[in-house]
């Protein structure tokens, strides 16, 4: 299809996605895995109507953005990658294959992130990341073989740079500060849109922390 095509299709899925995110505070979490999964969508065809692996102009924002309950996250997450940012060396785990479907996904759409890696449990995360040494681990909580907490504990003693951003069903309070007293520098919840993930991603990227409101899951406890 021609740029134009694609920006017809951009325009008609932007219409879409307002209509969803007007009614942010009513959506389920099926719904917001559909969210998701159409955010992942869009940025495929912009990248796909720009002919560039690297959009040559700002990513259009949605006008219900600044209304949504992800806007206080996104707006502090840095702009579209271009060619000149340094590649995010990125490692997920997660035993379910289709948050590994979507993840991958998400991520190689943003352009400057390459995967190093596949967990599919903890031992597996905790022997890639010792293999691979990446800059940033996106961590499942509930594993077989190690879980979550544990598995962040062991790749901060063999990494020590790396970071870690857990991504987790897991709405524990008990369970978030137990991630943040094993040395992670986030928790994002599943199931999250795509501004929300990868605006923490970026956070963690930039040395900052990224946990949940106690009163708002879906919100940003601190980014400092």
Known sequence: MSPEQYHRILESLDQALKV??????????QDREFLLQLEILRSRILRAESGHPFPPRPVPTL???????????????????????????????????????????????????EIVG???NGPDAVDQVRATKPDLVIMDLNMPGLD???ATREVLRISPATRVLVFSANRDPA???????AGAS????????????????RAVQRGRTAFPERTNPYAPRSIS
């Open 186 to 201: 986030g928790y994002i919840f599943k199931p999250a849109t795509r501004a929300l993930l990868i605006g923490a991603l």
């Open 118 to 120: 596949e967990a599919l």
């Open 148 to 150: 979550g907490i544990s």
């Open 20 to 29: 969803i995110q007007g009614a942010s505070a009513e959506l389920s979490e």
């Open 63 to 113: 006008e219900s953005d600044s209304a949504s309950p992800f806007a206080a996250l996104r707006a502090g997450a840095e702009p579209p990658p271009r060619c000149d940012r340094p590649r995010l060396r990125v490692l997920f785990a997660d035993d379910h294959d289709s948050v590994r479907s979507i993840l991958r996904a998400l991520l190689l759409a943003e352009g400057d992130i």
């Open 175 to 181: 369970s978030v500060q137990k991630a943040e007293n």
